[in-house]
């Protein structure tokens, strides 16, 4: 499995950014597919998830309202619509995947990750 983000950039607060996550390989859409973002000296947290093609997904309390995970079968693609940004969400973004169907906010609990993308917030 192959993925790769996209779409991070400099952003003033209040605008907004798309990412993008490409997947390829033997992937399946039904399994969990999550967001992560990793600020400098600290760890990497969770950001989204869901279970794609499911009525299943979370979000960190402090995103929640403010982005938004969807996905596109036909493209193998899932996006994380960011609005509203603020400037500590700066970070690296990165896309994981979750072999399982289960959604879960844990980093370990995922088997593929992309190579992360840089989102920027100035204030």
């Known amino acids: 499995v192959q993925l790769q983000a996209y779409g991070g950039g400099l952003v003033q607060a209040g605008g907004s950014l798309r990412l993008s996550c490409a997947t390829s390989g033997r992937t399946r859409y039904s399994y969990v597919l999550g967001w992560f973002r990793q600020a400098p000296g600290k760890e990497r947290e969770f950001v989204a998830a869901?279970?794609?093609?499911?009525?299943?997904?979370a979000y960190a309390d402090s995103v929640k309202g403010r982005f938004t995970i969807s996905g596109d079968s036909a493209k193998n693609t899932v996006y994380l619509q960011m609005n509203s940004l603020k400037p500590e969400d700066t970070a690296v973004y990165y896309c994981a995947v979750r072999r399982d169907f289960v959604v879960s906010r844990r980093p370990s609990e995922y088997d593929y990750w992309g190579q992360g993308t840089q989102v920027t917030v100035s204030s």
């Open positions: 869901s279970r794609l093609g499911a009525d299943s997904t």
